[in-house]
């Protein structure tokens, strides 16, 4: 197992042994930074195999594509209202494409 998986899955573990709120606090944040990292490339449009694919290449880990729908919409969903006017982010197929214009994910 590489260095960087294990680390990943170290860290989720404690995350989960502590009661920690994984969705809001990790996974939908880890999708936004894939979404940043898509974003960092020029590309406007995307899918779901995109953000799928970006994943598995920083964390090592390999989401299921239903997941990664979800977290793409609940990520449109968490952004505040400058962040979406900034990004312009559309949500096509129930999370299957997305639109987006240059997007920035610093928080962690």
Same mark, same amino acid.
Do not use: I, Q
């Given at each position: 197992m590489s260095e960087n @998986? %294990? &680390?990943? /899955? $170290?860290?989720?573990? &404690?995350? &989960?042994?502590?009661? @920690?709120? %994984? /969705?809001? $606090?990790?996974y939908i944040p880890i999708c936004k930074r894939a979404l940043s990292k898509y974003s960092e490339k020029g590309k406007e449009f995307g899918a779901d195999s995109d953000i799928q694919e970006q994943i598995l290449e920083m964390y090592g880990f390999n989401v299921p594509i239903t997941i990664v729908r979800q977290l793409i919409k609940a990520s449109a969903n968490s952004f505040s209202r400058k962040e979406k006017q900034e990004t312009a982010i559309e949500i096509y197929e129930n999370g299957k494409n997305f639109k987006m214009k240059l997007f920035c994910f610093q928080s962690i």
């Open positions: @998986k %294990l &680390t990943s /899955y $170290n860290f989720l573990a &404690t995350l &989960t042994e502590n009661g @920690k709120d %994984l /969705y809001g $606090n990790v």
